[in-house]
C-alpha cells in the first residue's frame, strides 16, 4: 500500500455524518463492548419484531 493509494482509497469513502445519514442502524463502540452488545442485540430484536420498527423503517441512533 503506497500513500498515493491510501489518500486515493480514503477520498472515495463517505464522511462519518453521511454514513449514519444513510445508516438504519448505528452502533456507539465509545461507550464500551458492552453498551455495543446491548446495541446489537436491541437491533436484532427490533429487525426481527415489525411491530418494533419506526414506521419510517429507521430507528434512531
Not at 469513502?13 to 461507550?31: G, I, M, N, P, Y
Request: hydrophobic fraction near 40%.
Amino acid at each position: 500500500m503506497t500513500p498515493e493509494r491510501f489518500d486515493a482509497i480514503l477520498a472515495q469513502q463517505l464522511a462519518d455524518a453521511e454514513k449514519r445519514a444513510r445508516a438504519h442502524f448505528v452502533v456507539d463502540t465509545s461507550r464500551g463492548l458492552e453498551l455495543a452488545r446491548e446495541q446489537v442485540a436491541e437491533i436484532i430484536a427490533t429487525m426481527r419484531d415489525p411491530q418494533l420498527r419506526p414506521a419510517s423503517g429507521r430507528t434512531p441512533s
